[in-house]
């Protein structure tokens, strides 16, 4: 079995312990992700990257809502512009 490290990039000697993802099915040096067998289980082992991939992706019931009352406040530019009845094509500001 050998193959790259997709942590390193270097390659996987037979004698060199490691780690496939579940979930890609990419090989790590088990020293570069800091496995060993207390960290967790080879049958349910995900990568760094698929595990962010899921957060990304996952589950936002805990996200914040923005409220439906109307915002405090908001201050807008109420300059209007009227056509001039000059013979140029600038519009005249209204104050």
Request: glycine letters at 4%; charged letters at 25%; hydrophobic letters at 20%.
């Amino acid at each position: 079995m050998g193959g790259r490290c997709e942590a390193c990039r270097a390659n996987i000697s037979v004698t060199q312990k490691r780690i496939k993802c579940t979930q890609c099915s990419h090989n790590y040096h088990s020293e570069c992700i800091n496995f060993n067998n207390d960290t967790a289980s080879r049958s349910e082992w995900k990568c760094p990257a698929c595990i962010a991939s899921c957060r990304r992706g996952g589950d936002n019931s805990n996200t914040p809502i923005r409220s439906n009352k109307s915002p405090s406040k908001i201050v807008h530019d109420k300059t209007m512009i009227r056509p001039s009845n000059k013979s140029s094509d600038q519009p005249t500001p209204i104050n």
